[in-house]
Nanobody, 115 residues
């Protein structure tokens, strides 16, 4: 079973940047369509950004122009560069395949944007 380990979260001031990374186990990473999701307590988990096995990307409207998703098939990682962060970006961020395997959610990484 493919597993996901997220890292890179933290506390950052509005306007700051963070880079999230997700390590993906297994030998099939290169064929997976991947995505980053986020969840605020009390809300549903939402898809933030996705990248196909061919490298095509998509973003939810609220992060377009600020976030960049990328993948490294040699290292089995998917990354999320987050710039110009806003308080409303505060959430726990998860990676998973797209659409997600609901049995495979990792622990996530907390991102807090606050002054």
């Amino acid at each position: 079973q493919v597993q996901f380990v997220e890292s890179g979260g933290g506390l950052v001031q509005p306007g700051g940047s963070l880079r999230l990374s997700c390590a993906v186990s297994g030998s099939i990473f290169r064929i997976l369509n991947m995505a980053w999701y986020r969840q605020v307590p009390g809300n549903q988990r939402e898809l933030v950004a996705g990248i196909t096995n061919g490298g095509s990307t998509m973003y939810t409207d609220s992060v377009k122009g600020r976030f960049t998703i990328s993948r490294d098939n040699a290292k089995n990682t998917v990354n999320l560069q987050m710039n110009s962060l806003k308080p409303e970006d505060t959430a726990v961020y998860y990676c998973n395949i797209n659409p997600p395997n609901i049995r495979a959610w990792g622990q996530g990484t907390q991102v807090t944007v606050s002054s």
